[in-house]
């Protein structure tokens, strides 16, 4: 391991988001050549794309197949290890709180480490003409099972529903800041870096269900912008999705008002646009599921 | 007519500058070979370096140059590059605690963020690569604490300070993606990256752009009912500076956060915020109007700026001749920055320049010498805390440290501002004068580190000995040894022969001490007078 002793959720994260830097588990490469650039050649600079597009879209694809970002996931997690407390940690209700908590935490007897400041909101309204249930999980907090899988946040994970008599279904949800759980091999075991609002729509005149911000999973990093899903396009969404090429540049796949995942594709003020595609259906499948909550 | 305007237009030249190198007096050879040994080894000459270039002259040639490959060398960059760079600071917003650390590793934690940006400027300088590199660099320098904290490849079997490189994706830009640099520099949701480009230009180019003079007398009617946020993009009050920042500002998201407080949060770079900034200050990343395309990018044009080069050799002349440069320096500034860049942006080969300035070797002011430049001129230089600190380390093996913390180097149990040092966030610039706070600490650090060499050298007797060659505690003062050991003393601590008088001195001081409390109370006294006079207190 080229990392040692590191701890926490920082240290997980780290380690997540750090990809394969350290697989061949070789000593790393930190010695450095001698140095005779010149300052002259600086402002000759330009980065220059290391992906096609079939590569990036490739490597976007392999990400989104990891899993919609869902915030109920963390949150489903975050209640399950609350179970592992005892009578004094991590102390009454559902929040971790304190400055104890924030510097160093506790141990409670079944083995199990809370760390941290959260703030957990939860709604359940029933019985009136709407029915509507949310829930907003933020902080900065590590919990350690006892069997040293750790669910770590820095961030804020929300979702909300409402049901009308009339049978209008409307739904939102983020996902926002850093999040791990090892226990898991999908998005949230990886690790991800994001800021991502969705929405839906259904029941109505009007279905409609809708993306848009970052997403970091895997070393892939991608942005959606404006994305729509709406009846009659076949479950594939129209806006853009940016995507960023390992040099730093970023690119657009610019979906337009096709309705096959389809659409032109270039690297920003880069060349001419080429034809690219990206399977964004089984993402509106997972917001549309999130309808029904 | 156009030649008129535009002579009209040209900026002011600046007044004729008073000969510095004739209003000043230099250092004798043996006081400068001090300064230049504290400024650039933090310790002082040897007996046989003083005795050398007492000797022959151009000694002081040879081990200035010495001196500039020393490896000690990097360390006193640190310290002076962190006098304007603010970096170690008492508290970032993700503590030890954040960490597997106890508290007794409080302050290596503090110290070694606020130096991972300062080591790798360090590391630059020491290895003669360009300065250019400080801010492409794909590696950045730390040791084993920030190996365990943060992603990083740290080398295996490595101790200490490193060249180590970033695991999570963050572009090549050496300090401009330090987190030591950006946990120092953080924003808020309202500030929106703007103090980090503050930052940049202020450290980079010395465009400081807070402290520029803005007038908002003729915009105050103007501000009622009108979004602050739409003002800093139409009102020219505003524009004046924001137009630079924000495009600057926007750049920087790959740190932006969502929790202040997270180290999952705080540590890693986030590649996929970058294009954030760009809605969140309606700019797109630019340095000065040239579209940048990410950090990388950002590093090049920086390095590429003309000012980058000006701003290295004004912050190092501002280290070396401890004061702020000002408009009359600008033909110095201006000779020193060609050969620089010329030179291909080698620090020691600057170093070497302004060690031998006029500015830097001066030791007093002629009687002709204007008032101005009698004001301006630092012609004795009082020793900071960290030179304290290595100074008393060195002679004598002593370290003021409590629980962790060098009590020279922080504030929250420390002593660092008092003894005229800067903390980075309440006092960012050195005191030059004696202060009564200083001359408190110069006399507990005198003191402690006087008894620390007695007792072992003296009365534990352990070889080799430290400081006190040539004496025991059965030495008396009409024993020839007693005699040479005062006058050794006084060689190597202030760089200046005994005369009979101050011989006489110091042996009135140790009777009467061994008289009240014995030898080793008067060699503790004696020693602890040297340690805190005025000659071994400034250089």
New interface residues.
């Given amino acids: 391991m080229?990392?040692?002793?590191?701890?926490?959720?920082?240290?997980v994260?780290?380690?997540a988001?750090?990809?394969s830097?350290?697989e061949d588990g070789g000593?790393?490469d930190?010695?450095?050549p001698a140095?005779?650039?010149?300052?002259d050649d600086?402002?000759d600079?330009a980065?220059a794309p290391e992906w096609s597009a079939e590569e990036m879209t490739a490597a976007a694809q392999a990400m989104l197949e990891l899993g919609f970002p869902n915030p109920k996931a963390p949150y489903d997690a975050y209640m399950s290890l609350l179970s592992f407390r005892d009578e004094v940690c991590p102390g009454e209700g559902d929040q971790l709180v304190g400055q104890e908590m924030?510097?160093?935490g506790c141990t409670a007897s079944t083995g199990a480490h809370y760390e941290?400041n959260t703030t957990l909101l939860v709604t359940d309204e029933s019985g009136g003409d709407v029915e509507r249930r949310s829930f907003s999980l933020?902080?900065?907090f590590l919990i350690e099972d006892p069997e040293g899988y750790r669910l770590?946040?820095?961030?804020?994970m929300s979702y909300g529903i409402s049901r009308a008599g009339s049978g209008q279904v409307d739904w939102f949800g983020e996902s926002?800041?850093?999040?791990?759980h090892d226990r898991r091999d999908d998005w949230l075991g990886l690790g991800i870096?994001?800021?991502v609002t969705f929405g839906g729509s259904a029941g109505g005149d009007n279905a409609v269900l809708t993306l848009d911000g970052?997403?970091?999973l895997d070393?892939v990093?991608?942005?959606f912008v404006d994305l729509t899903w709406r009846d009659g396009c076949d479950a594939y969404p129209q806006g853009s999705v940016?995507m960023?090429d390992?040099?730093?540049?970023?690119s657009t796949l610019d979906l337009a008002d096709r309705c096959d995942g389809c659409g032109a594709w270039s690297i920003?003020?880069l060349g001419e646009p080429t034809e690219a595609c990206l399977d964004l259906r089984p993402y509106g499948s997972a917001i549309a599921e999130l309808g029904t909550w | 007519m156009v030649i008129f305007a535009l002579l009209a237009c040209a900026p002011e030249a600046p007044p004729p500058a008073e000969p510095v190198a004739e209003a000043l007096v230099p250092l004798d050879n043996l006081r400068l070979l001090r300064r230049m040994s504290l400024d650039l080894r933090g310790v002082l000459p040897s007996a046989e370096e003083l005795d050398a270039v007492e000797a022959d002259s151009a000694q002081l040639d040879v081990l200035r140059d010495q001196f500039l490959e020393d490896p000690r060398l990097e360390d006193r960059l640190v310290a002076l590059l962190a006098e304007q760079w603010h970096t170690r600071i008492d508290a970032y917003d993700i503590?030890w605690?954040?960490?597997?650390l106890g508290p007794t590793d409080e302050h290596r934690f503090e110290k070694s963020v606020g130096e991972e940006p300062l080591r790798l400027m360090a590391y630059v300088a020491t290895?003669d690569?360009?300065w250019?590199?400080i801010v492409?660099a794909d590696?950045t320098v730390a040791n084993e604490l920030l190996?365990?904290?943060?992603?990083?490849?740290?080398?295996?079997?490595?101790s200490g300070w490193?060249?180590?490189?970033w695991?999570?994706?963050r572009?090549p830009a050496g300090v401009l993606v330090s987190n030591g640099l950006w946990w120092r520099y953080s924003t808020n949701p309202f500030n929106k990256n703007r103090t980090r480009a503050a930052a940049i230009f202020r450290l980079l180019v010395c465009e400081d752009f807070p402290a520029r003079p803005v007038s908002f007398a003729d915009a105050t009617e103007g501000f009622a009912g009108v979004d602050s946020a739409d003002r800093l993009s139409t009102d020219p009050y505003c524009l004046a500076c924001h137009a630079a920042i924000e495009p600057l500002a926007s750049s920087l998201y790959g740190f932006w956060?969502?929790?202040q407080?997270?180290?999952?949060?705080?540590?890693?770079y986030?590649?996929?915020?970058?294009?954030?900034g760009t809605d969140a200050l309606g700019a797109s990343p630019a340095w000065f109007g040239e579209?940048v395309?990410?950090?990388?990018?950002l590093g090049?044009?920086i390095?590429?700026d003309g000012r980058f080069?000006e701003c290295a050799t004004r912050t190092l002349a501002t280290a070396l001749w401890r004061r702020d440069t000002v408009l009359e320096d600008q033909g110095r500034i201006d000779a020193l920055e060609e050969d620089f860049?010329a030179g291909?942006?080698r620090v020691p080969a600057l170093l070497h320049a302004l060690t031998d300035s006029a500015e830097y070797r001066a030791g007093g002011v002629t009687a002709a010498a204007s008032e101005e430049v009698s004001d301006r001129e630092v012609t004795a230089r009082l020793l900071s805390p960290e030179l304290l600190g290595s100074i008393t380390l060195d002679l004598t093996g002593w370290a003021w440290e409590v629980n962790g913390f060098d009590q020279l180097g922080n504030d929250t149990f420390g002593y660092r501002m008092l003894a005229n040092g800067v903390d980075g966030e309440f006092v960012t610039r050195p005191a030059q004068d004696p202060t009564l706070t200083w001359s408190l600490v110069l006399a507990r650090t005198a003191e402690a580190a006087a008894y620390t060499a007695v007792q072992h050298d003296l009365v534990a007797a352990e070889a080799p000995r430290r400081l006190l060659q040539q004496v025991t505690l059965t030495t008396l003062p009409t024993d020839a040894s007693f005699q040479d050991e005062l006058a050794a003393l006084h060689w190597r601590l202030l760089a200046r022969r005994a005369s009979e008088d101050d011989l006489a001195a110091l042996t009135t001081l140790w009777t009467a001490l061994e008289a009240d409390g014995g030898a080793a109370a008067a060699w503790t006294g004696v020693l602890a007078a040297l340690l805190q006079h005025p000659e071994f207190a400034s250089y």
């Fill in positions: 080229c990392v040692s002793r590191m701890r926490l959720g920082a240290a994260l780290a380690l988001l750090a990809g830097a350290c000593a790393p930190t010695a450095l140095s005779d650039a010149d300052a600086l402002g600079f980065a924030a510097q160093g941290g933020g902080g900065d770590a946040g820095g961030g804020g926002a800041g850093t999040w791990i870096s994001s800021t970052s997403l970091g070393g990093y991608v942005q940016r960023r390992p040099s730093g540049l970023w920003d003020g | 503590d605690y954040d960490f597997d290895h690569r360009p250019s590199e492409t590696y190996r365990d904290i943060w992603p990083l490849e740290y080398p295996e079997g490595g490193e060249v180590s490189r695991t999570d994706g572009p956060w969502f929790r407080y997270s180290p999952t949060e705080m540590t890693s986030h590649a996929e915020r970058e294009m954030l579209p395309v990410g950090l990388e990018d090049r044009h390095a590429a080069s860049v291909g942006m």
